[in-house]
């Protein structure tokens, strides 16, 4: 379980109370509920780090969710590694992209796999805890709803190229300051350690070596690593990066190789 509920509120308790009471032997884990409240690219990216590591058939439920009750679709979606439940706003895309291989995109939409009386506010526990406690017990994927073909793909799930340059943005900044950026280790593979980038990070150019690990450069020096979770980190060895070069998340950032 993911969401931005925090800990002091009942919901994440409702939630696992739902799921316990249609799958009784559901091993619940949560991998965080204290997102920033309504960041759906936060969200997306801590399931995405996180989701790899869990034992294939894993059910994952992401719940940041600002446009509940709101016409955006809640969904499921099949990879070969896990199945992903909630909103389609985004915070299911890194993850499903990360996994590869996708198998189907389901609408839920039967109203006798959710709880009798539906909420608009409170979707996570009335629409999503139940369809994955029914996952879990193994109902088929064709009892939720009609199969989908597209989810929606938010601009920080994407990488492009322009005028010879990868633009991206920056998804997160993790506790020690260090910028995570969208470009993950397949976009850049060209790149090899020892070797100069050129970073923009919103109005700001940086030359930085692409090292292998943060003391690579000397204290107080910033560098570009691939991080362990596959994106492309800007850091300061001992440092903090966002507080030095003035950075927030969703900032645009290109890179071109020296």
């Known amino acids: 379980m993911l969401s931005d509920f925090g800990s002091k509120d009942p919901y994440v ?14 091993k619940i884990v949560d991998i965080s509920h204290e997102v920033e409240k309504f960041d759906i690219r936060t969200g997306a990216y801590i399931l995405a780090c996180a989701a790899p590591y869990f034992p294939k058939g894993t059910v994952h439920v992401a719940v940041v969710d600002p446009g509940v009750g709101t016409g955006r679709q809640p969904i499921i979606i099949q990879t070969g590694a896990a199945c992903y439940v909630g909103p389609d706003n985004g915070v299911l895309a890194l993850a499903a992209k990360n996994d590869e291989c996708l198998e189907s995109i389901h609408k ?22 139940p369809v994955a406690a029914h996952l879990a017990n193994g109902t088929s994927l064709t ?5 989908i073909s597209k989810i929606k793909i938010p601009r920080f ?30 976009d850049i593979k ?5 070797r100069t980038i050129s970073v923009r990070i919103g109005n700001d150019q940086h030359a930085l070596k692409l090292c292998r690990t943060y003391a690579d450069v000397s204290p107080h020096e910033p560098l570009a690593l691939i991080g362990s979770h596959n994106f492309l980190e800007v850091s300061i060895n001992q440092g903090n990066a966002a507080e030095a070069f003035g950075t927030r998340k969703g900032d645009k950032v290109e890179i071109r190789f020296s």
């Not at 839920?108 to 805890?129: C, E, K, Q, W, Y």
């Open 157 to 186: 799930a994407s990488v492009t190229e322009k005028q010879r340059a990868l633009v991206g943005e920056v998804i997160y900044i993790d506790e020690f300051g260090n910028i995570v950026t969208n470009f993950q280790e397949k």
């Open 13 to 26: 308790a409702e939630m696992k109370a739902v799921i316990l009471s249609i799958s009784p032997d559901a």
């Open 143 to 147: 009892q939720f709803g009609p199969e």
């Open 190 to 194: 060209t790149m090899s350690a020892g």
């Open 108 to 129: 839920i939409t039967n109203r006798n796999l959710m709880l009798p009386n539906v909420s608009s506010t409170f979707h996570g526990r009335d629409i999503f805890a």
